[in-house]
């Protein structure tokens, strides 16, 4: 095993138990499917005061201090409905339901006007914004959406946006034939095969979403590379069989090795058939994204 493999495994391993790892290599810990068991979207009027514990609630907030968790705490019931559009947010308020500062609740309104979520306005207040307004291409809004009420439309979205991008991006990739990144691209192929040998759904986790957002950075096109959060998000929100990148196999693992060749050899259609074949590993892809007409 490389080195590197070594090094990311460690990562992703010391994300898991909620740190950060030397080699961390995303904004994000490592966000797990999610399963029967997983902590809801609270009620702002819930009458269990626990759940305005920020500090009990770990889940989606690991590694983010007070002041991100609230911003987290919030996000999450704002994109639910909880706090629906106009809804008046009083600081006071939040702070003694939440039991945080008056500083930690400026501050996190202001992340979260930041992101379209709520606007701030001398003698009317801060209130919810409508969705129109949200930056939902923002990777904590698609996070929070990808595990609340829209989850199906988010990771629908995701997908069509995905099927947009990664292709064009693998076609332009093969155009910019640096050394340096053709190995760093081979390197995450390397340890997604060691990850998937030894079941380590994490690492592969990590590597592949350094695979994609590698590919869109180096694509040319800084437009597409301002993109390379969604895909990242996206990856990191998976918890259905959309795309070939949603858990390990051997189809997957061989399909990035073809667009590893492709760009290689600087065959920009054979990486972009390449990229689309990765993302039709799973039949339920082509009843979300149909694949191209051929014409």
């Given at each position: ?16 138990s ?20 997983r ?48 809804r ?46 949200w ?10 959406r ?23 991006a ?6 910019h034939?640096?050394?340096?990144v ?14 998937m040998?030894?079941?380590?759904a ?15 950075q ?35 693992l ?29 039949p339920?892809?082509e ?9």
């Amino acid at each position: 095993m490389s080195t590197l493999a070594h090094t990311m495994m460690t990562a992703a391993r010391s994300a898991d138990s909620g740190l950060a790892g030397p080699g961390e290599l995303d904004r994000y810990p490592y966000v797990e499917a999610p399963t029967a068991g997983r902590v809801g979207i609270p009620s702002w009027d819930s009458a269990d005061p626990e759940l305005g514990r920020v500090g009990r609630r770990a889940a989606g907030s690991r590694g983010r201090g007070l002041h991100g968790q609230l911003v987290q705490q919030l996000g999450q019931m704002i994109v639910s409905g909880d706090l629906g559009a106009d809804r008046p947010l009083v600081p006071e308020e939040i702070g003694q339901r939440f039991e945080v500062s008056r500083t930690v609740v400026r501050e996190s309104l202001r992340v979260l006007e930041a992101k379209g979520l709520v606007s701030a306005r001398p003698n009317v207040g801060t209130r919810v914004r409508p969705v129109s307004d949200w930056n939902l291409l923002d990777p904590d809004i698609i996070e929070w959406r990808a595990f609340g009420p829209q989850r199906e439309d988010q990771r629908r979205e995701l997908s069509e946006l995905r099927w947009t991008i990664e292709p064009l991006a693998a076609r332009l990739a093969a155009g910019h034939g640096r050394e340096d990144v053709q190995q760093r691209l081979a390197d995450m192929v390397e340890i997604m095969g060691h990850a998937m040998a030894q079941g380590d759904a994490l690492t592969f986790s990590r590597a592949d979403a350094e695979f994609h957002s590698l590919l869109i950075q180096v694509a040319g096109n800084r437009m597409l590379e301002h993109l390379s959060g969604i895909v990242s998000a996206a990856l990191q929100v998976s918890g259905s069989p959309v795309t070939g990148c949603d858990r390990p196999n051997e189809a997957s693992l061989a399909h990035h090795a073809r667009i590893v060749d492709a760009l290689a050899a600087g065959d920009g259609t054979a990486a972009e058939t390449a990229m689309r074949q990765l993302l039709t590993v799973h039949p339920d892809v082509e009843r979300v994204v149909p694949a191209p007409r051929e014409h």
